[in-house]
């Protein structure tokens, strides 16, 4: 009897236990869903501070956007209707070209005069040329400037007076290999290792007002030194030349291919088209550092 009274009693206390357990958890659960809705209060309050926020934010920027374009100085309308800079012919011996240069003006004036100004270098420039130029009945200008072909950093102006007015326009920015006849639109090259051999196929096209070209080929270079000459062929398209060649190689071989062609003042250009790290079993292709093309003097 006294064993039954025992284990009820450990029955009851521990009934009274669980319900004691039950209670707090029961409290704790009523305190978080307290803290809880109370988290759901605050993060709708931040939702419609950042909304509006947002709201004065936009406001903001497209104040900010009329005001711009309020006081956004307007373009100013250029001086010049058209002008044209032609390469006319070499100085081989000093690397130069000359250019011939003619413009008319936006608005005629009788008393114009114009002066070309030729540039080289960058924030420290050296003025290379200054020529007036001549003008025709017809209102064009005309005038002819040596400029080094070889310069990576050309600028060519005008300055126009007319009355008591002088105003100044650039012509031309950048490498002097723009001004002359011939340039690429778009190169490009496979290649293939067999045997201890590169087959390689090269493909360019001539930018679409590049003068008449003439010699072309394909150069195979391997560490720099020329291995082979291969012709070029014209391709399908107007302005595009193709050509196949091979090359011996080993692994370690750094291969390029390189298009050739003289234009009509007897100037040679030789223009990077791509390259070839020589692996065990493959080719790896690679581009050329520079776009710009050797030039080969007569």
Not at 207 to 218: D, G, I, L, N
Request: charged share 20%; aromatic share 6%.
């Amino acid at each position: 009897m006294k064993k039954q009274n025992i284990w009820l009693w450990a029955l009851t206390a521990a009934v009274v236990l669980l319900a004691a357990a039950l209670a707090e958890t029961q409290g704790q659960l009523g305190e978080l869903q307290t803290a809880y809705s109370a988290l759901q209060q605050e993060v709708g309050e931040l939702r419609l501070d950042l909304k509006s926020t947002q709201n004065r934010l936009q406001e903001q920027e497209e104040a900010l956007e009329r005001a711009a374009a309020q006081t956004a100085p307007q373009p100013e309308e250029s001086l010049l209707e058209r002008y044209e800079l032609t390469p006319l012919r070499l100085d081989a011996a000093a690397h130069q070209v000359e250019l011939g240069v003619s413009l008319t003006l936006t608005t005629p004036d009788q008393s114009a005069e114009a002066t070309l100004n030729v540039y080289q270098g960058g924030a420290e420039r050296k003025r290379l040329a200054q020529v007036e130029l001549t003008r025709s009945g017809d209102g064009i200008f005309s005038g002819q400037a040596a400029v080094p072909a070889d310069s990576t950093s050309l600028q060519i102006l005008v300055t126009v007076r007319t009355g008591g007015d002088t105003a100044t326009e650039r012509l031309y920015e950048g490498r002097a290999t723009g001004l002359l006849p011939m340039a690429l639109s778009s190169r490009s090259g496979e290649a293939a290792l067999q045997e201890g051999e590169a087959r390689i196929t090269a493909a360019v096209r001539l930018r679409e007002k590049a003068a008449a070209a003439s010699e072309q080929t394909f150069r195979l270079y391997r560490n720099g030194q020329l291995e082979e000459t291969i012709p070029a062929a014209s391709g399908q398209e107007s302005g595009t030349w193709e050509g196949t060649g091979t090359v011996s190689c080993a692994a370690g071989d750094q291969l390029e291919v390189r298009f050739f062609c003289v234009d009509g003042l007897g100037l040679g250009y030789e223009f990077p088209v791509r390259t070839w790290t020589v692996k065990e079993d493959r080719l790896a292709p690679g581009w050329p550092v520079t776009n710009t093309p050797v030039l080969v003097w007569p």
